[in-house]
């Protein structure tokens, strides 16, 4: 069974992952102003959907963890563009409930940034966005991985769950650098991108 499969190892490997980059974040000084509350509460919620993602495999509630995907790409997104684009008075707004544009302004002003005009977060969505979608909002490729010829039951590939596994650390482990540029810690922000190159290479 597919539980079984992925329970060895890779979900333990996966909960040391979350654990580290827990760690590595936990009791950060931070400075204490409303840009660093709505990027870093951002970034914070990216890591807690990588949490649920590999908690919900875990315990083989599959259908839920890809729907998370997208929401932890949001969250890093945004927590990007609150952090680095948006001005004093949006990021107010939005602390008080306004929603910030859709992603792909977000995209758009993000990537005019010298650290992010590679665009490869928005090569991510354009790849990914659709398949995302279909996951979140229960669209056609979600419901297909509930059909079998024996009936309604989850028939996930072993392949395509250590996808969505490795995929949530890459948006963890950048949200985690998000958290340490709002720190000005440049040590975290490379030990982070280590250990995620040392984990992407296993």
Avoid at 124 to 141: A, E, P, R, S
Wanted: glycine content about 6%.
């Amino acid at each position: 069974m597919l539980e079984l499969m992925i329970k060895n190892e890779e979900i333990i490997a996966a909960g040391n992952y979350v654990e580290l980059l827990r760690l590595s974040v936990h009791e950060l000084d931070v400075p204490n102003n409303s840009r660093t509350r709505a990027a870093g509460s951002c970034f914070a919620i990216a890591q807690e959907h990588h949490h649920a993602i590999v908690k919900l495999i875990e315990f083989g509630l599959f259908a839920s963890a890809f729907a998370l995907v997208r929401v932890e790409f949001e969250a890093y997104v945004r927590g990007e563009w609150l952090s680095q684009c948006a001005g004093d008075a949006i990021i107010e707004a939005f602390l008080r409930g306004k929603e910030p544009p859709r992603i792909n302004c977000l995209l758009s002003e993000l990537e005019m940034l010298e650290s992010f005009n590679k665009k490869i977060l928005s090569q991510i969505k354009q790849k990914n966005w659709k398949t995302m979608c279909g996951f979140t909002h229960t669209g056609g490729l979600q419901v297909q991985r509930w059909n079998t010829e024996d009936g309604i039951e989850a028939n996930y590939s072993e392949e395509e769950v250590l996808e969505v596994l490795g995929f949530a650390e890459i948006i963890a482990s950048l949200a985690v650098i998000g958290v340490a540029r709002l720190a000005g810690n440049d040590l975290l922000a490379n030990r982070t991108l280590e250990a995620l190159k040392s984990r992407s290479s296993k």
